[in-house]
């Protein structure tokens, strides 16, 4: 599939250009689910389950999608 660039306006991606996989038809997704990624580091032997950030379309800038940070995904958790 295509992809775009997009920029997401915060959460943990804040003022990041990233892409984003469009339909077979070319749009993009209203909202996107982006799992919490890094490295883990702490006292259990297990780690937590992963959380995931959801950013949704806001606007266009200058032929840009914009996606705007709406929070953690509470199914997730």
Do not use: K, N
Not at 11 to 29: F, K, N, Q, S, W
Not at 37 to 50: I, N, R, T
């Amino acid at each position: 599939m295509a992809a775009v660039e997009a920029w997401f306006l915060g959460g943990p991606v804040d003022g990041r250009m990233m892409l984003v996989e469009t339909t077979a038809a070319g749009i993009l997704p209203a909202v996107v689910r982006m799992p919490q990624a890094g490295l883990y580091v702490g006292a259990s032997e297990c780690a937590m389950p992963v959380v995931a950030h959801l950013y949704a379309q806001s606007e266009r800038w200058d032929d840009v999608q914009v996606y705007s940070y709406q929070g953690i995904d509470e199914a997730s958790r």
